[in-house]
């Protein structure tokens, strides 16, 4: 039985027997102390040859191993510019990954330890209903618009940006972004996060009504021609199953419970809980605003529950809680499991790369052009 994997060198494919890699099925069985011990040997082992990125929502388990952590944002910075090891090992989802190789320099592999670790929003824009949606508005003649995505979108999405004259934009900077883009274009085409589309056209200084909501499944996405002549921002029906558990009631119930706590949010909560917080930003800001923060602040965040426990065990000295009762999980970031970190690491060690994130050479160098908007506009 043959695997086959992309070389992005030369864009040929190259084929490896299965047997040839490690399986992962000797993992499943090893303790937590064994899978530490295995990944940190590991880790010696391969020295400079490989660099570990950890997104913030990873779990502890995880996120100890990682050499440098950040938001999105700053993780396809180190990407960019950390072009020293062989190989990036991406603990984040497959959106995260596929832009570390496109920003990665071509003799740098990167490796997602679990290939089904993706986003369920990412995934609410797929290329075909996008160009549909485009068609369809430069038949209508509205043609003075410019394409953003967030970076939670699929390569091709991106590049269909780059194509356009689009960009990408991340939580941290999707205000210097629309700034950006509002200077270029009358109208925005915002995917295919509806809520933070909403949330930055509001702090932009877009009112509520100049936004329209641009559904895949119907014809003009749900909007008559005049809606969309008129709006400035058109935004994709796309969102996060886990922001998207927090409700403007779970914000007057903390406040209820504790009167002087403060609501920090992520913006890919809807415009209610936006704007009932006191305050919202991307991981890494809501990291920050949490350690600068006094002794004896209380604090309820909405955002992933992996960093939120993250933040109450590391300031102690502080009341850090989840702004929902229940659960907020995100379930494909969780994937990235210590057995999978080892076998992915174990595996370079002994000379076999797994679960390789390549993106085609003509999709990277279209979202290359996106991206690198993006990480010129600050
Ligand atoms: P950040 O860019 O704020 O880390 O967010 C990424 C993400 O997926 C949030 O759900
Ligand atoms: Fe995607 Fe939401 Fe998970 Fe972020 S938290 S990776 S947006 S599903």
Known sequence: MKQV?????????????????????EYLNLSEAELFERIQAAKKTLGDRVVILGHHYQRDDVICHADLTGDSFKLSQLAAERHDAEHLVFCGVHFMAESADILS???????????????????????DQVEDAWEQLQQLGITDVLPITYMNSAANIKA??????GVVCTSSNALPL?????????????????????????????????????????????????????????????FCSVHGRFQARHVDDRRAEHPDIKVLVHPECCYEVVAKSDLNGSTEFIIKTIAEAPAGSKWAVGTELNLVNRL??????????????????CATM???????????????????????????????RWAKLALDRMLAIQ
Do not use: Y
């Open 334 to 364: 969780f994937r990235i499991a210590p057995e999978n970190l080892c076998w992915s690491l174990e595996n370079l060690v002994a000379g076999q790369v797994v679960n390789h994130i390549s993106v085609d050479a003509e999709t990277a």
């Open 105 to 127: 320099a071509a003799h740098q592999q990167v490796i997602l330890p679990d290939m089904a670790a993706g986003c369920s929003m990412a995934d609410m824009a797929r290329l």
């Open 160 to 165: 269909f940006c780059g194509r356009h004259n």
């Open 178 to 238: 629309f700034k950006w883009a509002f200077a270029q274009r009358e109208k925005l085409f915002f995917f295919p996060d509806e809520h933070l589309g909403r949330n930055t056209g509001i702090k932009f200084g877009i009112p509520l009504e100049q936004m329209v909501v641009w559904d895949p499944r119907l014809e003009l996405g749900g909007n008559t021609p005049d809606q969309l002549r008129q709006a400035k921002i058109i935004l994709w029906k796309g």
């Open 312 to 329: 109450a065990k590391r300031h102690p000295d502080k009341f850090v809680t989840l702004l929902a009762p229940d659960l907020c999980m």
């Open 5 to 25: 994997i992309a070389d992005r060198t030369s864009g040929a494919a190259v084929a490896l027997k299965r047997s040839e890699a490690k399986p992962i099925d």
